[in-house]
């Protein structure tokens, strides 16, 4: 049994904070730390009311070492779970280095001023943690993370070479607002509005953001969906994690009255990172609209409708061409009853869980910075299916 620090009060932290304790054989505590305590002692009461267990709970301001170093050295955690914005990642990861513990992310270092997505700084630590004995886990989310997976899982499983990836991310759901992000208002818009770039011929081609739609048949009831090319973290470590690729592309779908507000957003400017003056104060536009729009965990409980991400994986199989998909699909209603979270929230909590995990039973311990594909998939598999996130396989031969 071990103890754990999860950082962050949102609605990923709140999913991770019930999925562990869901298994307390595994996790014994848990510490949730952030600047919102009153965030932090409704997750304590949720879990205490559903599971009868008593997590702690903890001022933190993860941007300041001092702190961050001073908590983990108060609770003495196994790992700490940065569930907070990526802009505290390299702060963490140095704590961690410092006191000597796991870390774990859901998503890349991005620097508060600009909107930038890479592993580079995280990456250039996996000595340090090789030399002090500890594991850092990078994108242990859903995508990226359980994308991650999945494509380890078919490379090992159905593949000879793998030469073409698609990953696909359909959020098809309504919860009353006219607008509203899946998660924090402030990286989404930054995310999304950020320019494309996709894989293609052993290196990265950028392209203006939402210019390359394109339409995918899903399972079922989700009918064809319009899908958009954007740049996500994962391609970056899986193109190199797997030299054979020759393309790779990741695509997610909007709706039309979704981008009509983004493109008013932008024109009018409101994404800007660069501070402006209102009334003698310097103001961010992007923080301040993040300010005005619902908070992504209030909105969960009137959220309906389903996720569904799949990865589509190309190549060849004992000389012969095969196209592989893994996928999963995520009820919001369901993903709400079982931990007042919306399925966004949910397939990514889950996830962290998962591979906070694999690195404490140990087949994941492995000291050094890496990705999820780096290491074996199958007990990740597995534990996706015991822990609510079903995983559908379609293998198709030429």
């Not at 049994?1 to 869901?22: D, F, L, R, W, Y």
């Not at 600047?35 to 001022?59: F, G, M």
């Not at 998660?183 to 990265?204: K, L, M, Q």
Request: net charge negative; with cysteine; proline share 4%.
């Amino acid at each position: 049994m071990s103890k754990i620090m999860i950082i962050g009060a949102g609605g990923v932290a709140n999913v991770a904070a019930h999925k562990c304790a869901q298994r307390p054989s595994i996790f014994s505590e848990i510490i949730i730390a952030t600047r919102t305590v009153s965030k932090a002692l409704k997750i304590k009461a949720r879990l205490d009311q559903k599971y009868s267990y008593n997590a702690y709970t903890a001022y933190l301001n993860a941007d300041n070492l001092s702190e961050v170093v001073e908590l983990i050295n108060l609770h003495k955690p196994a790992l700490v779970m940065n569930l907070a914005l990526p802009y505290q990642d390299m702060v963490v990861m140095e704590a961690c280095l410092i006191t000597g513990v796991h870390y774990l992310d859901t998503a890349n270092y991005e620097h508060p001023k600009v909107a930038k997505f890479e592993y580079k700084e995280q990456w250039a630590l996996h000595e340090q943690f090789k030399e002090k004995g500890i594991t850092a886990l990078l994108g242990s989310g859903f995508d990226p993370g359980s994308t991650n997976a999945f494509v380890a899982f078919a490379a090992k499983n159905y593949f000879d070479e793998v030469q073409e990836l698609n990953i696909v991310d359909i959020n098809s759901a309504s919860n009353g607002h006219r607008f509203s992000t899946n998660f924090s208002p402030e990286v989404n818009i930054r995310e999304v509005t950020a320019p494309c770039r996709h894989y293609e011929d052993g290196e990265f081609i950028e392209t203006p953001a939402f210019s390359m739609p394109s339409s995918i048949r899903c399972p079922d009831s989700l009918g064809v969906q319009t899908v958009y090319r954007m740049y996500h973290e994962e391609l970056e470590s899986l193109v190199l994690n797997f030299p054979s690729l020759k393309k790779a592309s990741f695509w997610m779908s909007f709706s039309e009255d979704y981008l009509n507000h983004l493109t008013v957003i932008k024109n009018l400017g409101l994404d800007r990172l660069e501070p402006v003056e209102f009334k003698g104060q310097q103001i961010i536009p992007l923080e301040f609209l993040a300010s005005l729009l619902p908070v992504p965990e209030e909105a969960a409980r009137n959220t309906v409708g389903e996720t569904y991400i799949a990865v589509i994986i190309k190549g060849l199989y004992q000389g012969r061409a095969r196209e592989v998909t893994l996928s999963n699909r995520c009820r919001h209603e369901k993903a709400y009853q079982e931990t007042d979270s919306q399925a966004i929230s949910y397939t990514a909590g889950t996830s962290a869980m998962i591979g906070a995990k694999q690195i404490l039973a140990g087949s994941w311990n492995k000291p050094g910075v890496y990705n999820v594909e780096q290491h074996d998939p199958e007990d990740f598999i597995q534990d996706m299916r015991t822990s609510g996130l079903d995983v559908d396989i379609k293998i198709k031969d030429a």
